[in-house]
């Protein structure tokens, strides 16, 4: 079946730009998670969600960034007012009952 | 103290040999663990999740798990070519809904020489 897919793969933006990216998660995931990797270091936590609401936000680094997700499937993650160190891979992964987490395609985001 | 700890690598394994990745963690709370492997540029693909202590085999993949020691390891036995990847090490706590973040190692990097 469809894996976790997202958009766009590729994103180069100016800073002090706003860029919002987008996860589909596998049909009937309820729980779904960001995550960032930056260059030659491991996964970093953003976000989880389970259905639409967000019980732990603890990874956002800071208020520039957010996230939501509608209809208990697709999620959106904004970033505002990008810096530099904003540019990193970001990871969607979705899951079910069995705790295992499916990553998406990731996005590059290069903030220049 | 990292939350997870890898060895990172790099760590070269003759073709057809077996190849031992370690990971130790922190919270005595985890429930579950998990590999992913990574090649370059790419997402990471869960390859074994192992809940209980002891030995889950999954083809050429056996993951070893004792809690008491806060270690968990992935054998790779007929070591390919095509292995050659970053091995992630996750480790999940058990939350109320369930399904709760991954904490990841940074990884072991493992290159399979022909």
């Known amino acids: 079946g469809a894996g976790v897919s997202q958009s766009p793969s590729n994103k180069v933006t100016e800073k002090g730009k706003d860029v919002e990216l987008r996860c589909d998660p596998i049909?009937?995931?309820?729980?779904l998670y960001w995550y960032r990797q930056r260059l030659g270091q491991g996964l970093e936590f953003l976000i989880y969600?389970?259905?639409?609401?967000?019980?732990?936000k603890s990874g956002l680094p800071s208020d520039r960034f957010s996230a939501e997700r509608t209809g208990g499937s697709v999620s959106t993650l904004t970033i505002q007012r990008t810096q530099q160190e904003d540019s990193a891979v970001y990871l969607c992964?979705?899951?079910?009952?069995?705790?295992?987490?499916?990553f998406g395609p990731g996005t590059r985001l290069t903030v220049t | 103290q990292k939350e997870v700890e890898q060895n990172s690598g790099p760590l070269s394994v003759p073709e057809g040999a077996i190849a031992s990745l370690n990971c130790t963690y922190s919270d005595r709370g985890s429930q579950s663990f998990f590999w992913y492997r990574q090649y370059s540029g790419k997402s990471p693909e869960l390859i074994m999740s192992?809940?209980?202590?002891g030995d889950k085999e999954d083809g050429r993949f056996t993951a070893q798990l004792n809690k008491a020691s806060q270690y968990v390891s992935l054998l790779i036995r007929d070591s390919q070519p095509s292995d050659s990847a970053t091995y992630l090490c996750a480790v999940q706590l058990l939350g109320v809904f369930g399904n709760e973040k991954l904490t990841f190692g940074t990884g072991t990097r493992l290159t399979i020489i022909p």
């Open positions: 049909s009937g995931h309820t729980a």
């Open positions: 992964a979705s899951g079910e009952h069995t705790y295992e987490q499916y």
């Open positions: 192992i809940y209980s202590n």
């Open positions: 969600f389970q259905g639409n609401s967000a019980p732990d």
